[in-house]
């Protein structure tokens, strides 16, 4: 196992559409996701995708621990999962706003909308299927982390970026979102 190297924004690995994996039971993969779990730990992320270390396959690894979970019915604490060929999509059409970091935009937080519930469903490492519904901050990370593998980072889904800020900035400043967005259309 090893750490691998984190891509940053600006990287042309991470807006580019990455390739589905023809065998998910491969032994490339198998390390591949190894060492994606490694360096998600080591970094202190609750997810990661591949092409975030400069592999550009549709491979997407995250766990919910339970001090994230929001009280909407259906979110609820994710052992460790890896999702290969994953595909989401929304059940209803309720979005939210949460506040998102990402190991590839180091020091900034910033509030993004995202559907509020998903099902989604993609191979394990097992070539098992996986499907699932989800709702809240699992739904939220499932969202973030595949659009990764579609060349999409969070600050693209911003809507309000007065609400993208540097973390030290924010914990210094915390910022009122109901208070910016009174009188705002959210959509
Ligand atoms: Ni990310």
Redesign the pocket.
Known sequence: MALLKIARMGNPVLRTRAAEVADPTAPWVRRLVADMIETMADAGGTGI?AP?VHAPHRIVVFEVGGERITDVPGDGEQELTVLINPVVEPVGDERVLGWEG???VPGLRGVVPRYLRVRYRGVGLDGETIAREAAGFHARVVQ??CD?LDGIL?PQRITDHRMLGFVEELQRHPLDVAELLAGTEVA
Do not use: G, K, N, P
């Open positions: 995708a975030q990402c190991l590839s973030h982390e990764h969070y």
